[in-house]
């Protein structure tokens, strides 16, 4: 104990002394800095090219550790290489982060947004409610909802908005005359964000025959991004879902519901729902002992 001791007072008094404002203001922004790298990462299917970045950067570590020149060499070169990739890769991740910075919405990168969920789930609810009638009218539909991978590429194929989704907003778009029925919708946030917007088809050649274009680009965007694509056919009015490349079809208005719940809505931290099963239960109790008492009462007068 007294090393440590003694180590703890040579940090305090070598480092710690010598630790200014501009010091702690200085590693905030380079932790945000990073932070905002990381959640770059995650939002984008480039993801896999960073790890493999990664493991360059391991390799070339080891291979200076044992002295390996040539593959040291070769490394140098591969790292370099993938660096300029990456740049060229997240293009278009990083026009997005400067065009937030630079049309005043920097504050919701810093800030979270605590009514994102209610405008999520009100936009499952409103997309249902739409759903459900423009499924008995046979008025097809194609609606995305991005998750995770930033969908701006399809979102400039089409018309750009950013409004509360509504049902009578969705019936009006894929109404059969309106000038975007054709494209497809793009939830983001909760919020529509564009429509009459364009999606690249799916390759699956094993796709059946009797799913129109419309599926098809349903599919295909579900397998090249995270997004949840939820469609209705307009020679049948059956609604569908696809998600990662797999579409499930025939569904209900509830079943619906249910889906795109499980698979937008942010899971239930298991701890919260302990504790929410264990003051359900602790009222229980308290009603028991509640009625008990009344009922002692009562049987004393």
């Known amino acids: 104990m007294e090393v440590i001791a003694q180590m703890w007072s040579t940090i305090q008094q070598n480092y710690l002394a010598m630790i200014e404002i501009w010091d702690i203001i200085d590693i905030a922004i380079v932790s945000f800095l990073v932070y905002q790298l990381l959640r770059l990462v995650r939002r984008s299917r480039s993801g896999q090219v960073v790890k493999a970045l990664a493991l360059l950067v391991a390799a070339l570590g080891l291979a200076s550790v044992l002295h390996l020149t040539v593959i040291r060499f070769i490394l140098n070169r591969a790292v370099e290489l993938g660096l300029i990739a990456l740049v060229i890769i997240f293009q278009p991740e990083l026009r997005h982060f400067l065009e937030q910075m630079g049309s005043g919405q920097f504050k919701k990168m810093l800030i979270r947004d605590d009514n994102k969920g209610n405008e999520l789930e009100n936009a499952i609810r409103q997309t249902v409610a739409a759903y459900t009638a423009l499924s ?166």
Do not use: Y
């Open 136 to 301: 008995k009218d046979k008025i097809g539909a194609l609606t995305v909802f991005e998750r995770n991978v930033l969908l701006d590429g399809p979102l400039k194929t089409g018309t750009i908005l950013d409004g509360t989704v509504s049902s009578e907003l969705l019936k009006n778009i894929f109404w059969p005359k309106a000038p975007m029925h054709d494209g497809a919708v793009i939830v983001r946030e909760g919020r529509v964000a564009g429509a009459g917007c364009m999606l690249p088809l799916s390759g699956n050649v094993n796709l059946s025959r009797d799913l129109g274009m419309r599926h098809r680009a349903g599919i295909g965007m579900s397998e090249n991004s995270d997004a949840v694509v939820a469609i209705v056919s307009e020679e049948t009015g059956s609604i569908s879902v696809a998600v990662q490349g797999m579409l499930k079809r025939h569904l209900a208005p509830e079943t619906l519901e249910r889906l795109l719940r499980n698979e937008l809505l942010p899971k239930e931290d298991s701890t919260t729902t302990k504790r929410q099963k264990f003051l359900k239960f602790s009222d229980f109790v308290k009603a028991k002992k509640g009625d008990k008492s009344d009922g002692e009462k009562n049987s004393g007068q």
